[in-house]
């Protein structure tokens, strides 16, 4: 007897264990009779259903895992009898399922039903095990459309390599013949019209690298209004007629250095924002301010020093931003939104991060938002500017050897060189500009390279020119690799972002002659 009952204390205490486990489980647990109707489920079931035990007790599963589509739910209703009945027959199986629960929000389930046997073996109707994998197909589906974006990114900027390389041809044999021209004559307005357009191309080459993430960083000096203004148009055509924009000049501002391309791309983000918030009509004001930095504020934004900064804001009359979403704001793809891609805030923040900046959000729900693009104010003031035009040519004596594995384009260059008085090299590659200076270091005083070329790219001719010719200058020149992408592995350059004008070339190149003397010697010594 006592024995007896021991073997039914442990039964019991078996059972309460079974039980606590799977009342915790994370996973549904569904028990349906052999009329399909629902008998038992776990608390799990509860949350995934977003409803309570007694709303969905003695009802088929359908009526609370179900698509919202009444077609998608005739479906589902035909292939759950079939495989209820498979259930029955003793077949077990595995599948996904999408689902809409009572509290309206669409999941996806991975079941794995089998038959449900009573002690005596005999089927009396079928146990679920459902998973929510919603979560983790958003992250898969996150994680296709960053790999598409990043093929497409591929794409753009092999395509904005190529492009540039044909504008910069373009733009200096235009460039160069505009010289032999009178203003008045047809044929310099001719020639004119053709920079111009070239100068649109650019633009488009910029938005494909910023596409592929290999956009060529160009800071200058500029005055945030002026850029704000010529903004203005493609922001109203954004927003539409309904929505009123207006931009609060003020007299004075202090100089950033930004890059102009860049600032245009977080304007029409925002402006993009704020036409999806405001439901139809209202208004999206822009300002740009001065403002300092103080440790408090610093803290607030992240990511900041304390100091003097130029605030470029832009106030909605939208909807606000809820709480909850505030705190993902910045993150890649996440969105609100039934169309996007989520990219457009961590674009702004980025760039903003870029330029030593940093990005703040004030909102409230059914009272609009305000975002706040904090942009550094730079040590150069606008009178230091002035004083130091560039000039259209800077001539010289040197010899300038130049590595290009693009034909028209090197020969763009020897002629540009060679008419503002320099002695020319050539080379098609790193590897044949090796051997040109092996032969010839002495005489050259500075290697003008492109950075992507087969055989040996830019990259490694500076490092191989590091080690055996440590004197002599060099310059990279590319239209799809920035300055940050080369000053990124440690390396301090000079560097000129293609299509560039024969003027901007001469020029910087010109600076870089300048800070080295005919006279120093270009070769490593001690290998001699």
Not at 57 to 71: M, N, T
Not at 154 to 162: E, F, M, S, W
Not at 369 to 386: A, G, K, Q, R
Request: include cysteine.
């Amino acid at each position: 007897g006592g024995r007896l009952q021991g073997l039914k204390e442990i039964v019991g205490d078996t059972e309460a264990t079974f039980r606590n486990v799977v009342e915790s489980l994370q996973e549904v647990v569904m028990c349906c009779d052999a009329d399909g109707y629902i008998i038992y489920g776990n608390p799990a079931t509860e949350r995934v259903a977003g409803a309570s035990w007694e709303n969905f007790a003695g009802k088929r599963i359908y009526e609370f895992f179900h698509p919202a589509d009444p077609k998608k739910l005739n479906e589902l209703k035909n292939r759950q009898h079939k495989r209820y009945a498979e259930r029955l027959g003793g077949e077990s199986e595995s599948y996904e399922l999408e689902v809409e629960g009572k509290d309206g929000e669409t999941r996806w389930l991975s079941v794995s039903a089998s038959p449900l046997r009573d002690p005596d073996g005999e089927i009396v109707g079928s146990i679920g095990v459902c998973t929510d994998t919603s979560e983790r197909r958003e992250l898969q589906q996150q994680l296709h459309w960053s790999q598409k974006m990043e093929a497409v990114g591929r794409l753009a900027g092999g395509v904005a390599h190529d492009f540039n390389n044909l504008l910069t041809v373009i733009r200096g044999y235009a460039h160069m013949m505009l010289k032999d021209f009178d203003h008045k004559q047809l044929h310099y307005r001719r020639l004119q019209a053709i920079c111009e357009a070239s100068d649109s191309a650019c633009h488009l080459t910029q938005q494909l690298l910023t596409l592929s993430k290999r956009a060529v960083f160009q800071p200058k000096i500029v005055d945030l209004r002026e850029v704000v203004e010529d903004s203005l148009g493609l922001i109203e055509g954004l927003v539409g007629s309904d929505i009123e924009v207006e931009f609060e000049r003020l007299e004075a501002l202090p100089s950033v250095e930004v890059d102009e391309n860049q600032i245009q791309q977080i304007l029409l983000n925002l402006a993009i924002n704020a036409r999806d918030a405001i439901q139809k009509s209202g208004r999206v004001s822009i300002s740009a301010s001065p403002q300092y930095v103080n440790k408090s504020l610093a803290t607030r934004i992240g990511g900041v020093s304390q100091g003097e900064y130029v605030v470029l804001r832009l106030k909605d009359t939208g909807s606000g931003i809820p709480a909850d979403v505030m705190e993902h704001l910045f993150e890649p793809f996440f969105t609100t939104k039934s169309h996007g891609t989520g990219l457009g805030l961590s674009t702004v923040y980025g760039i903003a991060r870029n330029h030593a900046g940093g990005v703040f959000v004030d909102s409230e729900v059914g009272k609009g938002t305000t975002i706040s693009v904090y942009l550094p104010v730079t040590e150069i003031t606008e009178v230091e500017l002035e004083s130091s035009p560039l000039p259209f040519s800077a001539s010289g004596r040197e010899t300038i050897l130049i590595v290009e594995d693009e034909k028209e384009v090197r020969l763009l260059l020897v002629e540009i060189f060679q008419e503002a008085g320099y002695r020319v090299a050539e080379a098609g590659d790193g590897l044949e500009a090796l051997g040109c200076l092996k032969r010839e270091a002495d005489d050259i005083n500075l290697v003008l390279s492109d950075v992507s070329m087969p055989n040996l790219d830019g990259i490694g001719l500076l490092e191989a020119m590091r080690q055996d010719f440590p004197n002599l200058p060099i310059m990279l020149m590319s239209g799809c690799v920035s300055e940050g992408d080369v000053s990124g592995k440690g390396m301090t350059l000079d560097f000129i972002a293609k299509p560039f004008s024969p003027p901007e070339l001469l020029e910087k190149v010109r600076k870089k002659l300048d800070h080295f003397p005919l006279s120093q010697p270009k070769r490593k010594r001690a290998n001699q």
